[in-house]
């Protein structure tokens, strides 16, 4: 899911949850709300539809922010090979802590649905943190990581495309940004290359 309508210009296409919560800094903080920060745990698929989210206070997005700048640094560091320092620790330590326990409860139709057990803020920055190393420990998803190619676009992705050929973040924004950018080189080459006679406007 890319930004778009109800999605308050969150992205969720990275291919991790990590990766996600990564891809919601830039100039516009897209969690600088406790409804933001909401729509981002279910829009990544980390708190199930109907799972209580009243407890989500302002006191939360400072530490998803901290969380966010730490994830930021281990891509970083682990994009170009270098090693991890401090953020490492701090990312571990989040990632000790017990994630929420899920659970199975029958619904008025009579099927079953997930719902979360102690979502509270540590247990859904732990499942975030043990997202992270988990990815960060595994060979062959580091080897699929990417940095977009957009211009000043930041977002990291996991590369799962046919031939491991992904360019961007998303080919409808990023993607498209370079189509345009590269179809305005190409018209105003060619204006370069064929003068219009004197007169013609």
């Known amino acids: ?8 210009g969150l992205w969720f296409d990275s291919g991790r949850v990590c990766l996600d ?17 909401r729509q981002w745990l279910i829009g990544t698929g980390l708190v199930p539809l109907g799972t209580p989210l009243d407890r989500v206070g302002y ?3 400072p530490q998803f922010w901290a969380l ?15 090693p991890a320092g401090e953020a490492l620790e701090r990312v571990n330590a989040r990632a000790l802590a017990a994630p929420p326990g899920l659970c199975a409860v ?11 057990h102690g979502a ?10 043990r997202d992270a190393v988990v990815l960060l420990t595994d060979p062959g998803a580091v080897a699929l990581l990417r940095a977009c190619d957009g211009e000043g676009c930041t977002r990291v992705y996991l590369d799962t495309s046919r031939g491991h ?37």
């Open 106 to 116: 029958r619904e008025p139709g009579g099927g079953l649905a997930r719902r979360l």
């Open 21 to 37: 919560l990564v891809a919601t800094a830039g100039p516009d903080e897209r969690l600088g709300e406790t409804f933001r920060l």
């Open 59 to 61: 006191d939360w997005l």
């Open 68 to 82: 966010r700048d730490d994830l930021a640094d281990l891509l970083a560091a682990a994009l170009r090979g270098l």
């Open 165 to 201: 050929r992904r360019r961007w973040c998303s080919s409808e924004t990023c993607g498209n940004r370079e189509r345009v950018a590269r179809h305005r080189r190409r018209s105003l080459a060619l204006r370069e290359d064929c003068p219009q006679p004197e007169g013609v406007p």
């Open 1 to 8: 899911m890319t930004a778009g309508a109800g999605s308050y």
């Open 120 to 129: 509270d803020c540590t247990a859904l920055l732990a499942a975030v943190a």
